[in-house]
């Protein structure tokens, strides 16, 4: 089936080319979020998660500290192990930026996106060392505190793992982009 591709104010939407409409979506019109807007929704969660990312370390943390609910040190160690997060804030949010601009398969964007697999490994094996550092340094540790060490070793673990396979997508993508675009 030929798709149809309109320009102007919707011209993200893609229709198919038949009075009827069919395909795998019964007909139905499918709208997508045009990039700028996109790239303004990323951003602004992106924005979301350095506050939180901020927060924890500097506030959250330390309170619990005074409380007597965490370990003193607990504010140091979430900070260094926030550090390589606000690598991946910087290239997302740079990556959003691109998207914005309908730069979506270029080189930069590859390497944006390995430099974020580079920076979820490496903060993987932040939190895999501090969750070493907790299990040794106390005997009556507390569960979550541990808990929360490994699920962050793991999330950053995956992440590494999908930002490294995009990466890999994307550089296929630029470089048949780059190939059409030699041939028109």
Not at 10 to 23: A, E, F, I, Q, Y
Not at 117 to 139: H, I, Q
Not at 157 to 173: D, E, I, N, Q, R
């Amino acid at each position: 089936m030929e798709l149809q591709h309109h320009h102007g104010p919707d011209r993200d939407r893609t229709l198919p080319n038949t009075p009827g409409g069919s395909g795998r979506d019964g007909g139905r019109r499918r709208a997508h979020i045009p990039h700028h807007t996109l790239a303004i929704l990323l951003e602004a969660t992106d924005a979301c998660v350095v506050a939180i990312c901020l927060a924890l370390p500097l506030i959250v943390i330390p309170a619990a500290e005074r409380a007597g609910e965490l370990k003193r040190g607990s504010a140091l160690l979430a900070a260094l192990g926030m550090l390589p997060l606000a690598v991946v804030a910087v290239c997302a949010w740079r990556l959003f930026s691109a998207i914005g601009r309908e730069e979506t398969f270029t080189s930069g964007n590859v390497r944006r996106l390995r430099t974020i697999g580079v920076a979820f490994a490496v903060s993987a094996v932040v939190w895999l060392a501090e969750l070493v550092v907790v299990l040794a340094a106390t005997a009556d540790s507390r569960r979550l505190v541990p808990l929360g060490l490994a699920m962050a070793f793991v999330f950053c673990l995956v992440l590494a793992v999908v930002s490294s396979a995009l990466a890999s997508l994307t550089a296929a993508a630029t470089e048949l982009k780059t190939d059409n675009d030699l041939v028109i």
